[in-house]
């Protein structure tokens, strides 16, 4: 049985008090921006798949209408209810976003013929919906093109929503995305898929209870579905800005800005609509350079320079600026002012950082202390909902100067679970360091007494008091979090300790995005799973034949390391595959077996039983590994 949630500590009370008074609440523009143009809602605002699983459930967010309960920041409850607004939404003549039906948001621009659909969601079931919405009311019109503004899988994985891979082979129905992205797109949700998955189900809470004492929303959106996960590969890239295509009489001019909010990302202006849609490098928070579910580190200096250059491009030309996710901006000036803010405030984070760098500041030291102008800090949308000033700051200092803070001390540290056995032991035991946790968390150092109490969990995991303890802490930490992601990472982390795992709701590396790795990034994929002390070993050789393209591979497993290369080899391999590159992707299952790779149409030639050693020494992961204990 789960156990309930407390309320909030006076001292979370305060806090919240504080956040009323320093913060512009009377500012209601966003609210008049976020109910513009609404066309219709869906009724009900939950979406099931085939099965009648519920994937997406907007209506149970209905609790956000009010002031703010002292167990939510009053900031993220006012974005949450922004964000949780639900419907179709008219963004200018012939543009149109349905919101509110996922974490992200889908566009419709209206051609000569039918629709195209801008960043289809995350799943299809979801996608489908926004779609039935939008014909609803604007009528039959058919999908006549599809556009991925950027690389992330809550921009492309509903695409078997609104069209089929059989529309698109067909050429009825291009698929246009910005250079690079079906590497990144694959390769992000493949290598570390897993683990990035497991953090994803902390971030956004999806497996969490709804309410003022659980999850409120993710500032960028409010959740991540749990549907079907596709992906459709792009038909068209776009490899330079200023590109111009048509698509079904929509004109679309392109701004490639690579290495920001995506290793792959574009932006679009409409030269038509006077519309400028800014993917996710423009939103209304202040979004990740370093995402708490794990990524590259991306680049602040970039999504900066980008953003000026958007300015200089589109900036006379532009009367409504819309994203990927939240409401768009009306409004010529109030265009440039959002998109300087912006700007400015990417910048900031990054040169300021650089400037304490080198004066010998460390990544917390910097998040510690620096904080922005004060025209940002009351800027709305520079408000750290879904990323925050305090892991930005620590994510520029790991970009450039990486994990070590050059204190030698931190070099050779032990693992959690000794560090927390010595710990507990220096302090008097167990006992007595929960009793002083608890002095510090009534005292009003939460932040303390989850330090501490962290140690105890790892040294004496079976300890139910540290843990309870620890569970109340971090849940008065989320109580007090502005930034949606910490919210959910605290409650979550509660969740965990008082009622063991719960799962990952959302799993990106679905059979779609594995058919689409190409034989490198496939072979990349397959080395990344070898489990190198079990394979220290090992030798054996595969030799992969595609007879669509003639290519040929070697793949070598020796010293624990799977290589490959396509250069012309001399000695014979232990078993060859035969097969197509459609049809390769089914090594990335797992079962390799003859009988297995034969159904799934790859010929095996030679000892098979080289097939079986590669099998015992592939480690598929955990995807339910605890994060808060040992």
């Known amino acids: ?36 143009g609404l066309i219709a809602r869906r009724e009900p605002g939950v979406v099931t798949a085939a099965d009648g699983r519920v994937v997406w459930d907007n209506d149970a967010y209905a609790f956000l209408e009010g002031d703010a309960p002292d167990t939510v920041n009053p900031s993220l409850w006012r974005q949450s209810q922004l964000v949780a607004r639900q419907g179709l939404f008219e963004v200018v003549d012939g543009i149109y976003q349905v919101r509110g039906l996922d974490l992200s948001n889908v566009t419709f621009v209206e051609g000569t013929t039918g629709v195209v659909v801008i960043d289809p969601l995350l799943s299809t079931e979801t996608a489908a919906a926004a779609l039935a919405l939008y014909r609803e009311h604007r009528g039959e019109r058919p999908v006549t093109g599809v556009v991925y503004t950027h690389s992330h899988v809550d921009h492309f994985a509903g695409v078997r929503g609104v069209t089929t891979q059989e529309e698109v082979d067909a050429g ?21 898929g897993t683990a990035m998955a497991r953090r994803a189900a902390y971030m956004y809470g999806a497996a969490l209870a ?45 701004q490639l800005a690579p290495d920001t909010e995506a290793p792959s990302e574009m932006l679009i202006h409409f030269p038509d609509h006077r519309a400028l849609c800014t993917a996710e490098d423009a939103t209304h928070t202040l979004h990740n350079l370093l995402t708490l579910r794990g990524a590259v580190v991306r680049d602040p200096r970039n999504w900066s320079r980008y953003l000026t250059e958007c300015i200089d491009l589109f900036g006379e030309t532009t009367d409504v600026a819309f994203a990927s996710h939240h409401w768009p901006t009306w409004g010529q000036e109030r265009v ?50 879904h990323g925050s000033v305090s892991h930005n700051l620590k994510a520029v200092y790991q970009r450039y100067m990486g994990w070590f803070d050059g204190n030698p001390a931190h070099l050779w540290q032990h693992t959690p679970t000794e560090a927390g056995k010595r710990y507990v032991e ?37 300890h139910a008091t540290a843990r309870e303890l620890l569970a109340d802490t971090y849940e008065q930490l989320g109580y007090g979090a502005e930034n949606g992601t910490w919210r959910n990472f ?72 799977l290589t490959h290369t396509a250069a012309p080899r001399r000695d014979a391999a232990d078993v060859t595959l035969t097969t197509t590159t459609r049809q390769l992707p089914a090594l990335a299952r797992g079962d390799l077996s003859p009988e297995t790779l034969a159904a799934a149409g790859l010929q095996a030639d030679g000892d098979t039983t080289a097939l079986d050693r590669l099998a015992a020494v592939l480690d598929p992961g955990d995807p339910d590994f605890p994060l808060v204990t040992p």
Do not use: C
């Open 1 to 36: 049985m789960a156990s309930a949630p407390k309320p909030a500590q006076p001292f979370v009370t305060q806090q919240q008090t504080e956040v009323r008074e320093r913060l512009p609440f009377a500012d209601r523009q966003d609210f008049e921006d976020a109910a513009r």
């Open 172 to 192: 009825r129905v291009p698929v246009l995305a910005p250079e690079g992205f079906t590497e990144h797109a694959v390769a992000e949700n493949v290598y570390a």
């Open 210 to 254: 709804r309410g003022p004492r659980g999850q409120v929303g993710a500032g960028l959106g409010q959740t991540t579905a749990t549907g079907t996960v596709s992906l459709v590969p792009p038909t068209v890239e776009i490899t330079v800005t200023g590109q111009r295509e048509t698509v079904d009489g929509v004109r679309m001019v392109f």
């Open 336 to 385: 440039r002012h959002f998109l300087g803010v912006q700007r400015d405030l990417y910048g900031y984070l990054h040169d300021q950082s650089l400037r304490l760098i080198n004066r010998g500041w460390t990544g917390g030291e910097i998040a510690e202390h620096l904080r922005l102008p004060p025209a940002l800090e009351r800027a709305w949308s520079a408000r750290g909902y």
């Open 426 to 462: 220096f302090m008097g035991g167990a006992d007595a360091v929960v009793a002083k946790a608890r002095a510090s968390l009534e005292g009003g150092d939460p932040r303390w007494a989850a330090e501490v109490l962290n140690h105890v969990v790892f040294a004496r995991p079976d």
């Open 490 to 561: 605290f409650l979550s982390g509660a969740a965990e300790l008082r009622d063991g795992r719960f799962g990952t709701p959302t799993v990106t590396a679905s059979a779609d995005i594995l058919a689409n790795l190409g034989p490198r990034l496939l072979f990349d994929a397959l080395a990344v799973r070898i489990n190198g002390p079990e394979a220290w070993d090992e030798r054996l050789a595969i030799d992969i034949v595609l007879t669509d393209t003639g290519e040929r591979f070697r793949l070598r497993l020796a010293n624990g390391v």
